[in-house]
């Protein structure tokens, strides 16, 4: 059984910065995609940034290009997603998101991840 836990969200001023981390646990994520998405008050669930486990490789939703990183510690078997220059619209709920590296899906999609955690709340107030 997979589980993901979030954690670090918070207040933080426009401009300020915040580190979310997500511990995964139920077995070994050598062949997965890592991703975190976010969702505001009346929005739907979008794509924030991922990762694949081994290689490293990341992306990133325009919006955060240049101030948000993901990282994962393997060791740990946690993600990271160090998030700087923060702006009021970023304010939502985080989530972590996992499932199997496969040929051809799209992972900027949200329907592409097979586990979810429970989420983090972020607020940025301006």
């Known amino acids: 059984q997979v589980q993901l836990v979030e954690s670090g969200g918070g207040l933080v001023q426009a401009g300020g910065s915040l580190r979310l981390s997500c511990a995964a646990s139920?077995?070994?994520?050598?062949?997965?995609?890592m991703g975190w998405f976010r969702q505001a008050p009346g929005k739907e669930r979008e794509f924030v940034a991922r990762?694949?486990?081994?290689?490293?490789?990341?992306y990133y939703a325009d919006s955060v290009k240049g101030r948000f990183a993901i990282s994962r510690v393997n060791a740990k078997n946690t993600v990271y997603l160090q998030m700087n220059s923060l702006k009021p619209e970023d304010t939502a709920v985080y989530y972590c998101?996992?499932?199997?590296?496969?040929?051809?899906?799209?992972?900027?999609?949200?329907?592409?991840?097979?586990?979810w955690g429970q989420g983090t709340q972020v607020t940025v107030s301006s």
């Open positions: 998101a996992a499932t199997v590296l496969r040929s051809g899906r799209e992972y900027t999609n949200r329907r592409a991840y097979d586990y």
């Open positions: 990762i694949t486990w081994t290689a490293g490789w990341t």
């Open positions: 139920g077995r070994t994520f050598s062949n997965y995609v």
